[in-house]
Nanobody, 124 residues
């Protein structure tokens, strides 16, 4: 079992930055791939970014490529999502998730554990 807790969300103006954190507890976090997803009101949960267990492969949605950076510190059992040049359309609840597989990391169904989410609101 892995418990995930996101933090770092908030209200920011367009063009600003936020850094989300995902603190993991329970079984060894370093053995899991990690992903970030987001869900805006009335929309389905969508993939944002993912990172393999050792960080050797990173994946990004086209909508955030070049603006967001995913990383992890396995010694601290924590993952991160650095979000720069934020846009109003980035407004959503952001979720981190852990997966026992390193395939199909862009899909919600590939993840075994989820955090409760953190709200990110970008004002224009």
């Amino acid at each position: 079992q892995v418990q995930l807790v996101e933090s770092g969300g908030g209200l920011v103006q367009a063009g600003g930055s936020l850094r989300l954190s995902c603190a993991a507890s329970g079984r060894t976090f370093s053995t899991y791939a990690m992903g970030w997803f987001r869900q805006a009101p009335g929309k389905e949960r969508e993939f944002v970014s993912a990172i393999t267990w050792n960080g050797d492969r990173l994946y990004y949605a086209d909508s955030v490529e070049g603006r967001f950076t995913i990383s992890r510190d396995n010694a601290k059992n924590t993952g991160y999502l650095q979000m720069n040049s934020l846009k109003p359309e980035d407004t959503a609840v952001y979720y981190c998730a852990a997966s026992t597989t390193e395939y199909r990391l862009g899909y919600v169904g590939s993840y075994n554990y989820w955090g409760q989410g953190t709200q990110v609101t970008v004002s224009s």
